[in-house]
Structures are given as C-alpha cells and as structure tokens.
C-alpha cells in the first residue's frame, strides 16, 4: 500500500494507449488509495458527528442547536481553512512526489504545520469572540452564548488541525494509507466513549463534546506524527526540521491560499445556511435539522472525499513525474468511482430517510423535518461526488486559482442568493436554505467538469518533452493514445488505492464532528441547535478556510510527487501548517465574538448564547487543523494512506467515547463535544506527526525544518488561497443554511433538524472526496511526471426526529449531488485548477444556490425544506459546471507545465485549459 503508485517512465511510454487494461489498473491504483482515503475522512469528520450525537441527546434542544451552530462556525472560520490550506500540500507534495523529490515533501509538510500553527492564533481570537459575533449578527442569545461556550472548548482542536492537515497530505501523496487508517479509526473509537464521558458524566454537558473533539483531534495527530517520525515508510521524505522550513512558507502558502479559498469558498456556503436557519421563525428546529442535514452529507463527503485525494495524488504524481497520459486515465477511473458511488449512497439515504433522524435527536418535529428534506440530501450527496473528485483533479493539476473562481460564482452568485430568497422570500424555511444551495452546488459541478473536459494533457506534455535539459523526454509524440480498457482498468485501480482510505480519513475526521453534534443533539433541541450553529460557524469561519488553503498542497506536492521532488514535499507540508496557523490568529479573535456577531445578525440569542459557547471551546480544534491539513495532503500525494487511515479511525474510535464523557458525564453539556472535536483533532495531529517524524515511509519526502520553509511562503497562498476560495465558497453556501435556519419562525427546531441533515451529507461525502483525494493524487503525479494520457482516463427529541423524517428524501438529493462533485473537485485539485473551483462554486452556490434556498424557505415557506431543495439546486449546477471543466482539460498541456514549475523551482498558479 506504501509503495510508489507512479509508473516507471518506460512503462508509461508503452501504455499510451488507454486500454480496459490499463483503466483496469488505474481503477485498483485509485482504489487503493481512495478507500482508506474514504475511512479516514469518514473516522475524522465522525469526531464532529459523534459529538453532534451525543450534545443532541441532553434533553435540551438548545445543547444540540448550539453545538451544531459552533461546529459549524469553528467549520467555518477554522477548520475549513486549514484544511484548505493545507490541501495545497496536494499539489506541492503530490507532483514532488511524482518527480521524486521525496525530501521536498517532509519539507513542505513541517512548512505547511507551521504556517497553519501561525494561521491558528487570529483564528484563535475570532473564536474567542464568537457567542458576541453571533450575537452581534441576530441568532438567539440562548444559541449564541451556548455556541460561543462551545467553540471556546474547541480551540485545541483547531491547532491540532493545523498539524493533522498537513499531516494527512504528507501520508496521502506518498500512498502511506494504512498508518492513517489506523489512527482515525482508533481515535474514533476513543472519541465516542470520551464524548459520551464529557457530555453526560462530568456536567459538562454540551461542552464536553467539544473537548472531546480536541482531544480526539489530538491523538489523531500525535498518532500519525509518531509515525511520520519513526516508521520507516516515511524515511524518503523524512526530513530534520531546519530552517529550510521557513524557505517554503511562501511557496506553501502560494498553493494553500487559493486551495483554501476554493474549498472555503463552498464550504463556507453550506454554513452560511446554518446561519440563515437561525434568523427562521422557529430557530431552533431550523438550525437543528440543517445542522443534521450538513453532517449527514458531510460524513457522506467522506467517500468523494477519499476518491477526490486519491485523483488528486495520483494526478500530482504523474504530473510531477512527467506523465500526462497516467493522469489522464485516473482522471477517468475517478469519475467512473464518483458514479458508483452516487448510485449507491443516494439510494440508501432515501431508503432510511424515515428513521436516520433518530441518530441525531428523539423529538419527533426535528426527526419529521429531517425527513422531508432527506431528497435534498440525496441531491447533495450526488453533487457532491462528482464536484469532490473535480476539485481533486484541480488540486492535482495546481488549478486552485480557477477553483476559487467556481466556487465564488456557482455558491455566492447562485448558491447563497437562491437559498436566502426561498427561504425567507418564498418561505420555505430551512427547506429553501437547502434548495438554494444545492442550485449553487450544481452550477459548481458544471464548471468544474466543463474545465476538466477542456484540459489539453497533449499539449502539456509536448511542452515538457521540448526541455531537455531538465529530464529526458518521456512523451513518444508518434504514439497514438487511445484509451484503451487495459489502461483503464489499471487507473481505476489506482484511485482506489488512494480513494479508499481517504475516504475513511476524511469520513473519521469529519464524523469528530458528527458525533458530537448526535451527542449534543441528545441533551436538547437547544444545544442541537446551538452546536449545529456553531460548527457551521467553525466551519464557515475556520475549518473549510484551513481546509480549502491546505488543498494547495494536493496541486504543489502532488506534481512534486510525481516530478521525484521529494524533499520539496515536506518542505511544502511544513510551510503549510506554519502559514496555515498564522491564519488561525485572526480567525482566534473572530471565534470569541461568535455569540456578538449571530446576535447581530439576527440569531436567535438563546442559539447565540450557546453557539458562541460551543465555538469558544472549539478554538483547539481550529490550530489542530492547520496542521492536521498540510498533513493529510503530504501523506495523501505520497500514497501513504494507512498512516492516515489509522490515524482517523483511532482517533474517531476516541472521540466517541471522550465526546459522551464531555457531554453527559462532566456537565459540559453542548460544549462538551466542542471539547471532544478539539482534543480528538489534536490527537490525529500527533498521530500523523509522529508518523511523518519516524516512519521510514516518509524518508524521501521527509525535510528537516529550516528557513527554507519561509521561501515556500508565498508559492504556498498562491494556490492555497484559490483552493481554499473554492472549497469555501461551496462549504460556507451550506453553513449559510444553518444561519438561515436560526431566522425562521421556529429556529431551535429549523436548525436542529438542518443541522442532521448537513451531517448526514456531510459524512457521506466523505466517499466522493476519497474519490476526489484520489483523482487529485493520480492526476497531479502523473502531470508532474508529464503523463498526460493517463492524467485524463485517471438528539432526544420528538419534534427534530420527524422533521428530519421529512427531510432525508432531500439529503438523498444531496448524496447524489455531493458524490459527484466531489470527485470532479479532486480532479480539479490535481490539476491545480483551484482557481477555476473558486469561479465554479461562486456561481453555483452564491449566484443560484443560496438566493433559491432562501427564496424557499422565506418567500415560499417551506422554512429548513426550503434551505435544503435550494443548496441541492447550487450544487447540481456546481456539478454540471465541474464535468463540463474536467471534460476540457489539456492533459499534456497539464503535465508540461507541472514539469516546468517543479524544476524551474517554483509553482505557477496559471493553467491552460484548452
């Protein structure tokens, strides 16, 4: 599983032909990669879920709204960004990966932790502030003060992101799975019995869920760092921490930035929801049932997820190694997983639409809505598959400029207008927050697909084969590239090596989450409402802000990766998580004003009061995940996928307990699972740390920490910063749900049953961005080996468990939206095209999305229903636009310019699109 996914260079000349057999190939490379990919997003996102969980079973609806709302908020404003952030290691580490350069990966990777460090501190002063933020914005004082009480606890979990995200990347590009497979799934075991300890045991009530998220994070991190340290897989891109670190800030932060903005960009739509849910008539119910709504399709992401690192590894690698033609076929065997997997994870949200409200709460209102807005679900999560893999793709091919680009027109222009007007215009409540954003979500996949189809991987190949004074050529001009089954079938393989356990990391990582919004949501609709508020918020304003800079790195490592620039990989990772926690400074002070700033918006100041709590105490969370980022791209670019895998799962296996301890047993209440995010997050920081320390698989990438890893600064945020507009503009359209949900007629209940829905698609787009993660992998690697042709077939509550009853045929919707997209996004991140992501999602989220969601439930009436059918309506035009841009792409075009910034010594951020 730890070994090197890319071609040999003579083999890659006698396969230009894409044949069934090599799809086949392709198909078990990306497999590979993508379902531990898959269990480890899965085993991380569950941190949040679990806590979710556990919150929403206190018996008090304003536990589960808060948690819900902090979550979304520390999401939002901490996670999201380092996670963005450090996807830009996809990028730098994948394609070092792919040339070789295996001592630029360790590098890049103690680059991007400590950027994300330094991102953590403003961040750290935001979260502080966030029960006045959300105050100051017009959510319930009640939600705020408990949301602001709750993203404080989860403060440990943001730094522990800012080293998990780089931390996963440097395991991803080098195919190291099984290390973070381990973790993530280990730390979820421990998260569940934790949470539910801090939740019911300690008084800590909502409270304990957040502490147990940081600490879960914590191990999650400590895990993976351990073996990065010791582990002999690491040895190659294992590298002593030297001043060279400082070289590749700039360098890191030109990829994080726009990575960040790019996956910010649509995340922080989706938390915008959470947002808008709160200004609904019933704030409660609304923000509940959107938080379930978001943390169902984004546990759900996990998949996409998976496969998207997968094609992003695989693209960077073959980039970086000069050979188009490999990423070109993951390309294909992405997409052909990004299908199956819409298909099949749509079909079975619909089939038990009636009953998965009852995971997240027992009153009957929010389970009903929940299960009305379950078709909307379905609509995200298929969506979602093919724009996750998309952004993979970009990210593997370095395009996070253009991302951001997608992003910003398909969920700011689409998304977030469509969801505000249907849900408050037409008043349909959290329904039209939904429907708006899905619209975004849609016009997002049509643009990320319409570039991708436009790429030339020929005519990037031709330029690479003219510089023979770099490499020798490795392009045969006179070869007729067919694709050919055998070609394709040995892609499919490919990505899902990669997109298998990346779907289980982001799953696990992301289910941190979920499960301490379920816990949260059983103390009361109060804290349901007040965590989902709050994650949004957390997610709008951090989380997919780090997520989105990180997935800069699937574009600089990934082609590094494939260019055998191994150092250059963990040069980039560490120039990551040091920008990345710079950027958790600022986002510091916005977290700690998050109960003024719902307020002033119009939140509910009950949900405020309480989101402002749960966001307070997730500010761990939000360091953790500028470096937890940078880090999940470094091992995502390599391939080294069970390092991750482990890491997730074993910090997720934490959470779940640490999360119910904090909610239930310490009498922390809601910010009890904001405490269980931040620590479990930090754990899988120090997991993939100490794996990327110590593991002989990270040797070649492994860089010493020096000043060299400020010279990567600003290569960094030049894809960095488009990565993280595309992701959060797509992320931030769905929070605005949330927000929505708090201002219609019933905003404990709208938000409760908005909040189950968001976590069921949630965690299941964890298996498009495993798909995704694979794409951008197999299409970064091979364009930065100059394979164009490959590159191209490359809660206790009655009342929110019958609202979520009604909603789930809506986040059935959401499945199939959600798993599309995220595999068109993870190509996306292959190719770099995170600035094109940034356009697509901006369209298709803010420009048609989000306007119909608000439409709906506002004007129309529909209230959290509204919300959901709008934000499914974003994200099918997000999807549309993604094939549409995938379809486009010029494989070789691709692959020469990876192989020109990767020996030229720097990154470009342009990108040909022909």
């Given at each position: 599983?730890?070994?090197?996914?890319l071609?040999s260079?003579?083999?890659s000349?006698?396969?230009?032909?894409v044949?069934?057999?090599g799809f086949?190939?392709e198909m078990?490379?990306?497999?590979h990669?993508?379902l531990?990919?898959?269990l480890?997003?899965?085993?991380q996102?569950?941190?949040?879920?679990?806590?979710?969980?556990?919150?929403?079973?206190?018996?008090?609806?304003l536990y589960?709204?808060?948690?819900?709302?902090?979550?979304?908020?520390?999401?939002v404003t901490?996670?999201?960004?380092?996670?963005?952030?450090a996807?830009?290691l996809?990028?730098i580490?994948?394609?070092?990966?792919g040339?070789?350069?295996?001592k630029?990966?360790g590098?890049?990777?103690?680059?991007?932790?400590?950027s994300?460090i330094?991102v953590?501190?403003?961040?750290t002063?935001l979260w502080?502030?966030?029960?006045?933020?959300?105050v100051f914005?017009?959510?319930?004082?009640?939600?705020?003060?408990?949301?602001?009480?709750?993203?404080i606890?989860?403060?440990?979990?943001l730094?522990?992101?800012a080293?998990?995200?780089p931390?996963?990347?440097y395991?991803?590009?080098?195919?190291?799975?099984l290390?973070m497979?381990?973790s993530?799934?280990?730390?979820?075991?421990i998260?569940?019995?934790?949470c539910?300890?801090?939740?019911?045991?300690?008084?800590l009530?909502n409270?304990?869920?957040?502490?147990?998220m940081s600490i879960?994070?914590?191990?999650?991190?400590?895990?993976?760092?351990l073996?990065?340290?010791y582990?002999?897989?690491?040895a190659k891109?294992?590298t002593p921490?030297?001043?060279?670190?400082?070289?590749g800030?700039?360098?890191?932060?030109?990829?994080?930035?726009?990575?960040?903005?790019?996956?910010c960009?649509?995340?922080?739509s989706?938390?915008l929801?959470?947002?808008?849910?709160?200004?609904?008539?019933?704030?409660?119910?609304?923000?509940s049932?959107l938080s379930?709504?978001?943390?169902?399709?984004?546990?759900?992401y996990?998949?996409?997820?998976?496969?998207?690192?997968?094609?992003?590894?695989r693209i960077?690698?073959e980039?970086?190694?000069g050979n188009p033609?490999?990423?070109r076929?993951?390309?294909?065997a992405?997409?052909?997983f990004?299908?199956?997997d819409?298909?099949?994870?749509?079909?079975?949200v619909?089939a038990?639409r009636?009953?998965f409200g009852?995971?997240?709460?027992?009153?009957?209102?929010?389970?009903?809505y929940?299960?009305?807005?379950?078709?909307?679900?379905?609509?995200?999560?298929?969506l979602?598959s093919?724009?996750?893999?998309l952004?993979?793709?970009?990210?593997?091919c370095?395009w996070?400029?253009i991302?951001?680009?997608v992003?910003?027109g398909?969920?700011?222009?689409c998304?977030?207008p469509?969801?505000?007007s249907?849900?408050?215009?037409?008043k349909?409540?959290?329904?039209?927050?939904w429907?708006g954003?899905?619209?975004?979500?849609?016009?997002?996949?049509?643009l990320?697909?319409?570039?991708?189809i436009?790429?030339?991987?020929e005519?990037?190949?031709?330029?690479?084969?003219?510089?023979?004074?770099?490499e020798?050529?490795?392009?045969?001009?006179?070869v007729?590239?067919?694709v050919?089954?055998?070609?394709?079938?040995?892609?499919?393989?490919r990505?899902?090596?990669?997109?298998?356990?990346?779907v289980?990391v982001v799953?696990s990582?992301?289910?941190?989450?979920v499960?301490?919004?379920?816990?949260?949501?059983?103390?009361g609709?109060?804290?349901?409402?007040?965590a989902?508020?709050?994650?949004?918020?957390?997610g709008?304003t951090?989380?997919?802000l780090?997520?989105?800079?990180?997935?800069?790195?699937?574009?600089t490592?990934g082609?590094?990766?494939?260019a055998e620039q191994?150092?250059?990989?963990?040069?980039?990772?560490?120039t990551a998580?040091?920008s990345?926690?710079?950027?958790c400074?600022?986002?510091?002070?916005?977290?700690?004003?998050?109960e003024?700033?719902?307020?002033?918006?119009g939140?509910?100041?009950?949900?405020?009061h309480?989101a402002?709590?749960f966001?307070i105490?997730?500010?761990?969370?939000?360091f953790a995940?500028a470096?937890?980022?940078p880090?999940?791209?470094y091992?995502?670019?390599?391939?080294?996928?069970?390092p991750m895998l482990?890491s997730?799962?074993?910090?997720?296996?934490?959470?779940?307990?640490?999360?119910w301890?904090?909610?239930f047993?310490?009498?922390?209440?809601?910010?009890?699972?904001a405490?269980?995010?931040?620590?479990s997050?930090?754990?899988n920081?120090?997991?993939?740390?100490?794996?990327?320390r110590y593991?002989?698989?990270?040797?070649?990438?492994r860089?010493?920490?020096?000043?060299?890893l400020?010279?990567?600064i600003?290569?960094?945020?030049?894809?960095?910063?488009?990565?993280?507009?595309?992701?959060?503009?797509?992320w931030w359209?769905?929070?605005?749900?949330?927000l929505?949900?708090?201002?219609l007629?019933?905003?404990?209940?709208?938000?409760s049953?908005?909040?189950?829905?968001?976590n069921?698609?949630?965690?299941?787009?964890?298996?498009?961005?495993?798909?995704?993660?694979?794409?951008s992998?197999?299409?970064?690697n091979?364009?930065?080996?100059g394979?164009?042709?490959?590159?191209?077939?490359?809660?206790?509550?009655?009342?929110v468990v019958?609202?979520v009853?009604v909603?789930?045929?809506?986040?059935?919707i959401s499945?199939?939206?959600d798993?599309?997209q995220?595999?068109l996004?993870g190509i996306?991140r292959?190719c770099?095209?995170?600035?094109?992501g940034v356009?697509v999602?901006?369209?298709?989220?803010y420009?048609?999305?989000?306007?119909?969601a608000?439409?709906?439930?506002?004007?129309?009436g529909?209230?959290?229903?509204?919300?959901?059918?709008?934000?499914q309506?974003g994200?099918?035009?997000?999807?549309?636009?993604l094939?549409?841009i995938?379809?486009?792409i010029?494989?070789?075009?691709?692959?020469?310019?990876a192989?020109?910034?990767?020996f030229?010594?720097q990154?470009?951020a342009?990108?040909?699109?022909?």
């Open positions: 599983m730890e070994e090197s996914l071609e260079r003579k083999q000349e006698k396969k230009q032909r044949t069934w057999g086949g190939q078990k490379r990306i497999i990669i993508a531990p990919m898959m480890v997003t899965a085993s996102y569950l941190l949040q879920v679990v806590t979710i969980m556990m919150v929403g079973h206190l018996n008090d609806d589960l709204s808060a948690a819900a709302l902090a979550i979304s908020l520390a999401t901490g996670f999201s960004l380092l996670m963005g952030m996807s830009g996809e990028t580490c994948g394609q070092a990966y040339a070789q350069q295996y630029k990966i590098v890049q990777t103690y680059t991007a932790i400590f994300l330094c953590c501190v403003p961040l002063l502080i502030s966030m029960e006045k933020i959300l914005i017009g959510q319930n004082p009640l939600i705020a003060h408990e949301a602001g009480k709750f993203i606890w989860l403060l440990p979990a730094f522990a992101n080293v998990l995200g931390v996963v990347r395991f991803q590009m080098q195919s190291l799975l290390p497979l381990i993530s799934c280990v730390t979820l075991c998260h569940i019995p934790l539910w300890a801090l939740v019911f045991k300690t008084g009530n409270v304990g869920g957040a502490l147990a879960s994070i914590w191990l999650n991190v400590i895990f993976l760092v073996y990065m340290r582990s002999p897989a690491c891109t294992r921490i030297s001043m060279e670190l400082f070289q800030i700039w360098e890191f932060f030109r990829f994080a930035v726009p990575s960040a903005v790019m996956m960009l649509e995340w922080w989706f938390e929801l959470i947002l808008l849910s709160g200004l609904l008539p019933n704030p409660q119910l609304e923000t049932v379930i709504c978001l943390n169902t399709i984004s546990t759900l996990a998949i996409p997820f998976g496969i998207a690192a997968a094609a992003s590894t960077s690698n980039l970086g190694g033609h490999a990423a076929v993951a390309v294909l992405a997409m052909s990004a299908v199956m819409t298909a099949i994870v749509s079909g079975t619909f038990c009636h009953v009852y995971v997240f709460s027992n009153e009957k209102q929010v389970v009903d929940v299960t009305v807005m379950a078709p909307l679900v379905c609509i995200s999560v298929i979602d093919i724009q996750g893999v952004a993979g793709i970009a990210r593997g370095g996070q400029h991302g951001v680009y992003n910003l398909a969920f700011y222009l998304g977030i469509a969801s505000a249907l849900a408050f215009l037409a349909l409540g959290g329904k039209g927050l429907i954003i899905q619209v975004g979500a849609f016009v997002q996949c049509v990320f697909s319409t570039i991708t436009c790429i030339n991987w005519q990037q190949s031709n330029t690479v084969s003219g510089q023979k004074s770099m020798e050529n490795l392009l045969e001009k006179h007729k590239e067919r050919t089954w055998r070609v394709y079938n040995e892609e499919m393989r990505i899902c090596h990669i997109a298998g356990p990346m289980a799953a990582q992301y289910l941190l989450q499960v301490s919004t379920m816990i949260v949501g059983h103390v609709e109060l804290y349901l409402s007040s989902a508020l709050a994650i949004s918020l957390a709008v951090g989380f997919s780090l997520m989105g800079m990180a997935s800069g790195l699937e574009t490592c082609q590094a990766y494939g191994y150092e250059k990989i963990g040069m980039q990772t560490y998580i040091f990345l926690t710079l950027v400074l600022p986002l510091s002070l916005l977290w700690i004003n998050m003024k700033l719902l307020i002033f918006i939140q509910d100041p009950l949900i405020s309480e402002g709590k966001t105490w997730l500010l761990p969370a939000l995940y470096i937890l980022q880090l999940v791209r091992f995502q670019i390599q391939s080294l996928l069970l482990a997730s799962c074993i910090t997720f296996c934490i959470h779940v307990p640490l999360c301890a904090l909610v047993k310490t009498r922390l209440n809601n910010v009890g699972g405490l269980a995010v931040s620590i997050i930090w754990l920081v120090i997991f993939l740390g100490l794996y990327m593991s002989s698989a990270c040797a070649k990438t860089a010493p920490i020096s000043m060299e400020f010279k990567g600003w290569e960094f945020f030049r894809f960095a910063i488009p990565s993280a507009v595309m992701i959060c503009l797509e359209s769905y929070e605005l749900l949330v929505l949900s708090g201002l007629p019933n905003p404990q209940l709208e938000t049953v908005l909040s189950v829905c968001l069921t698609i949630a965690t299941l787009y964890t298996i498009p961005f495993g798909i995704g993660a694979a794409a992998t197999r299409i970064s091979e364009l930065g080996a394979n164009s042709h490959a590159a191209r077939v490359a809660v206790n509550e009655k009342e019958d609202y009853t909603m789930a045929p809506l986040v059935c499945v199939i939206l798993s599309m995220g595999v996004t996306a292959g770099g095209w995170q600035h094109l356009y999602n901006l369209g298709a989220f420009l048609f999305g989000i306007p119909i608000a439409l709906l439930a506002f004007l129309v529909l209230g959290g229903k509204g919300l959901w059918i709008g934000i309506g994200a099918f035009v997000q999807t549309v636009l094939s549409v995938t379809g486009c010029n494989w070789k075009m691709q692959a020469i310019k192989r020109k910034r990767l030229d010594g990154f470009s342009d990108n040909i699109v022909v």
